[in-house]
């Protein structure tokens, strides 16, 4: 853990503006953090705003850039932070403000969305160097798209298609395990291929998880043994698993621990290249980014994560 340097610090927060907790955060959050540092606010209106809210924000003389959302917001604007300035070696500390219905990367990280916690994090100022993962697009020659938590493909994309499209209605733990159980019975299983530096893997597949950070899915945690800094990805594979099977499994994956099935394996790698006989889409961190082909590298310790 490392300290910036000393003095009131100045950040930009980019606030998820559909946020369910919008008015907490302007109500007590912003007061509370405005006794410790300089912060200016800019709100997203749009779908990708925080994409291009960051990108503005990053030509700026700041010490953070703030995500105030949930982890889709913090994809987002750490897309927004490095379109431009991938190789850049000064760029501002990288921090979230969990409002988000599954703040999966907070969890991995430690990060609190208590007002006490948060004081004490932007007094602090303290900062961890963590890994990123970058996802490039073989055949479509699509803009390169990076991840700080988990990029998966199977169940997974199709999970996200539905929790984007539902109104969350009942509230957004409802319509997550809504979108799962309608995933469950129409999902079809199909053959990925895996190929990294050191081994290959193919096979039909329920769900694979490429994982920077711990959990996913509003807890789960996929890949108990994943680490953020230590230049490798923790690969979860579930080939052909049932339903019933899975579902089974997902009990020990919310306590944080590894699955015991025949057709469930960890492989670690810092590179990894997907693909699929047929189309096949991917997300990451709750964002739908593209479709397979994908190679996905490790950018080892590129962002300084407040935490």
Known sequence: MEEAQGGVKSVIIILNGISLR????????????????????????????????????VTRSVDGI???GGDGTLNQVLNGILQEHEQSNNLPVLGLIPLGSGNDFARTMGVRGDIRSLEKLFTDFFYKSVDLGKITFNDSGEQPRYFINIADVGMGPYVVQRLLSSDRIFGSLVA????????FFTYRPFELHMSTPLWKWSGVIRSVAIANGKFFGNGIGIAPDAKPD?????????GRISVVDFILQNGRLRKGKRPIHSEIQ???????TLRADETQP??????????LPVTIDVLRKRVKFLC
């Open 230 to 238: 230590d230049g490798l990805f923790s690969c979860f594979i579930a």
């Open 176 to 183: 997550y395990y809504a979108a799962i159980i309608k995933t």
């Open 66 to 68: 703030i995500a105030a």
């Open 266 to 272: 960890y492989r670690e790698t810092d590179s990894v």
């Open 22 to 57: 919008k008015n907490y955060f302007y109500s007590r959050i912003l007061p509370a953090l405005q006794h410790v540092v300089n912060a200016e606010v800019w709100e997203t209106r749009s779908k990708n705003d925080a994409v291009l809210l960051a990108a503005k924000a």
């Open 282 to 291: 991917i997300e990451a961190d709750g964002e739908l980014v593209g479709k």
